[in-house]
């Protein structure tokens, strides 16, 4: 069985300052990243590569010339063989045109039985890309799956919707997307760093994936990216003992509906 994790390379949000007297965001000195629910994407993979030795996990994403530091990550991370779609287009891509490009890719890989996305990105968390690729390759897709096994040709998922859960068995070749539930990713070590460079990466060129030009022209269009402000009341209450002081809190509170 191969088992396909995708994942995206982002910006490290706590490199990302607020432009002093603006809304303005400063990524100039943020460093890359691979999207945090990814990363559950791909120890899951590997988990259950873990349980069934006849399991090979490979890792696939799409992005600019800098992504390309984040293989030696992913692949200490434990898949046996990385898959890089390189293009500037992915800094403008939405979710239509990387679902386009990752979906060509897939093509071009040949061999898939199971896709596995987290549930969105740790960056625009569009929750598009997974269900737009099995749409475009005529397959099964569950999603917010917090739990999966995979037997006989079969995935059970266990989904988590609102206050409930929902279990969902499909067949096999199948998208699901994950949510950080499902697991917890391990740390890698040294010897898993230094291998990770050892295994092969491919390379591809959006031109390589045959892909008609409107199906990598973005939808949606980014106009800017402002941080958010917080007005605070900076309400103190000083006058009174300490019981007192608590339940002015208190009612001040309700009052406003946060209790």
Same mark, same amino acid.
């Given at each position: 069985?191969?088992?396909?994790?995708?994942?995206?390379?982002?910006?490290?949000?706590?490199?990302?300052?607020?432009? #002093?007297?603006?809304?303005?965001?400063?990524?100039?000195? +943020?460093?890359?990243?691979?999207?945090?629910?990814?990363?559950?994407?791909?120890?899951?993979?590997?988990?259950? +590569?873990?349980?069934?030795?006849?399991?090979?996990?490979?890792?696939?994403?799409?992005?600019?010339?800098?992504?390309?530091?984040? /293989?030696?990550? +992913?692949?200490?991370?434990? #898949?046996?063989?990385?898959?890089?779609?390189?293009?500037?287009a992915a800094d403008i891509a939405?979710?239509?045109?990387?679902?386009?490009? /990752?979906?060509?890719?897939?093509?071009?890989?040949?061999?898939?039985? /199971?896709?596995?996305?987290? $549930?969105?990105?740790?960056?625009?968390?569009?929750?598009?890309?997974?269900?737009?690729?099995?749409?475009?390759?005529?397959? #099964?897709?569950?999603?917010?799956?917090?739990?999966?096994?995979?037997? $006989?040709?079969?995935?059970?998922?266990?989904?988590?919707?609102?206050?409930?859960?929902?279990?969902?068995?499909?067949?096999?070749?199948?998208?699901?997307?994950?949510?950080?539930?499902?697991?917890?990713?391990?740390?890698?070590? =040294?010897?898993?760093? /230094?291998? +990770?460079?050892?295994? #092969?990466?491919?390379?591809?060129?959006?031109?390589? =994936?045959?892909?008609?030009?409107?199906?990598?022209?973005?939808?949606?269009?980014?106009?800017?990216?402002?941080?958010?402000?917080?007005?605070?009341?900076?309400?103190?209450?000083?006058?009174?003992?300490?019981? &007192?002081?608590?339940?002015?809190?208190?009612?001040?509170?309700?009052? &406003?509906? =946060?209790?």
């Amino acid at each position: 069985m191969d088992i396909v994790a995708c994942y995206k390379w982002v910006l490290d949000e706590q490199d990302i300052k607020i432009v #002093p007297g603006s809304l303005l965001l400063d990524t100039s000195r +943020a460093k890359g990243k691979i999207s945090d629910y990814d990363k559950n994407v791909i120890e899951e993979a590997v988990l259950q +590569a873990e349980k069934d030795d006849t399991v090979t996990v490979t890792a696939l994403t799409f992005g600019n010339a800098k992504a390309k530091q984040s /293989l030696k990550d +992913a692949l200490s991370r434990g #898949p046996v063989k990385g898959y890089w779609v390189n293009d500037v287009a992915a800094d403008i891509a939405d979710g239509f045109v990387t679902a386009n490009v /990752l979906t060509a890719a897939l093509k071009k890989i040949g061999t898939y039985d /199971l896709i596995l996305f987290g $549930e969105g990105s740790s960056d625009a968390y569009g929750q598009q890309v997974g269900p737009r690729v099995a749409a475009l390759l005529g397959i #099964p897709v569950v999603t917010f799956v917090t739990k999966l096994e995979i037997s $006989e040709g079969k995935v059970m998922a266990t989904r988590k919707i609102g206050d409930c859960t929902e279990d969902v068995t499909v067949n096999l070749p199948a998208v699901i997307t994950l949510l950080p539930e499902v697991c917890k990713p391990r740390i890698p070590g =040294l010897k898993q760093v /230094l291998g +990770a460079s050892k295994k #092969p990466v491919q390379e591809f060129k959006l031109v390589d =994936l045959d892909l008609a030009a409107e199906n990598t022209l973005p939808k949606n269009k980014i106009k800017s990216i402002q941080g958010y402000a917080m007005d605070r009341k900076n309400e103190i209450y000083t006058d009174g003992t300490v019981d &007192e002081k608590v339940n002015t809190l208190i009612a001040s509170l309700t009052k &406003e509906g =946060l209790l």
